[in-house]
């Protein structure tokens, strides 16, 4: 008899496709705690596999089976006819898993960013101190050049006239225009490589693979549900933290600068005369 797979609007079969493309088939466990998860996620009705009754692998989230309850793939839970349900806490793992991914490259165009914007720097000292008038025409006179800076270019102090500076003005400002054009470039490719929300705004496809929510829709909803909550909030910065110890005794004075009980400044009190001992 020829494998296919039980699952409701799933074609697979055990054949060369099948093989080339890594999919397997399995048995329904013997073990009925198992054996009963698994016809509960099929969910047939008025519906009981037999020892001929094969599921594929592309219902498992690694391809295969495990045998623990606490594993993710105790049972299916992938299927084409129904979304596969993450929780809160595992969008958020992902999320933090893809923003490690882009720390590398990020660090990457901020840190060429800023090796840019110092050759920058230097390439418009001596660009701007080409207009400044030389000694020789103005014997005796020591008084700062005033430097007209664009907006778009670096600010600089006043430069002081030197004796004999001359600069090749067309050489530097070709350069100086080259080097804007690639710090625009690298500013353009840090941008892309932020990450924010317009990247998935009205794309399901994108919300999926960023955060494993269904939709765009439920993105929102979920962020509007969890906004109320964190706005209240509050954290201890580690200033405040520091200061507490000095002011513990005076309870009514903590009270009024830092909104806490006072339990909780004597605990901490407490807390710092046993880390003295």
């Known amino acids: 008899m020829v494998k296919t797979c039980c699952v409701y609007k799933c074609h697979n079969r055990f054949n060369v496709e099948a093989k080339s493309r890594g999919i397997s088939f399995f048995r329904f466990p013997k073990n009925k705690r198992q054996r009963n998860a698994w016809i509960k996620a099929v969910n047939r009705k008025d519906w ?3 020892n001929n ?3 594929c692998s592309e219902h498992f989230l690694d391809g295969w089976h495990g045998y623990e309850p606490t594993d993710g793939n105790y049972s299916p839970t992938i299927f084409a ?3 596969t349900e993450k929780n809160v806490s595992q969008v958020a793992r992902e999320s933090r898993h893809l923003v490690r991914e882009k720390s590398q490259e990020t660090l990457h165009a901020e840190k060429l960013v800023r090796q840019q914007y110092e050759i920058k720097q230097q390439v418009s000292l001596f660009h701007h101190s080409s207009y ?3 000694v020789e025409e103005n014997p005796g006179n ?3 050049c005033d430097l007209d800076v664009m907006d778009s270019d670096v600010e ?3 430069l002081k006239k030197t004796v004999g500076t001359q600069c090749d003005t067309g050489v530097i400002i070709e ?3 080259r080097l804007k054009e690639e710090l625009k470039a690298a500013r353009m490719e ?13 794309n399901d496809g994108l919300t999926k693979f960023y955060t494993g929510l269904p939709t765009f829709d439920i993105f929102l909803w979920l962020f509007t549900y969890l906004q109320d909550k964190c706005s209240r909030m509050s954290y201890w910065t580690g200033e405040n933290a520091f200061e507490i110890p000095f002011f513990a005794s005076q309870h009514q004075e903590m009270l009024a600068r830092f909104s806490v009980f006072d339990p909780r400044l004597q605990n901490i009190e407490q807390g710092d005369r046993k880390g003295m001992r």
Request: hydrophobic share 30%; proline share 6%; net charge negative.
């Open 142 to 144: 020591d008084e700062m």
């Open 48 to 50: 009981l596999p037999n």
């Open 175 to 177: 350069e100086n225009n």
């Open 81 to 83: 006819y129904k979304e």
């Open 190 to 202: 840090l941008e892309k490589e932020k990450w924010s929300v317009s990247k998935i705004a009205d």
């Open 53 to 55: 009754t094969w599921i």
């Open 132 to 134: 400044c008038m030389e």
């Open 156 to 158: 600089l102090p006043s």
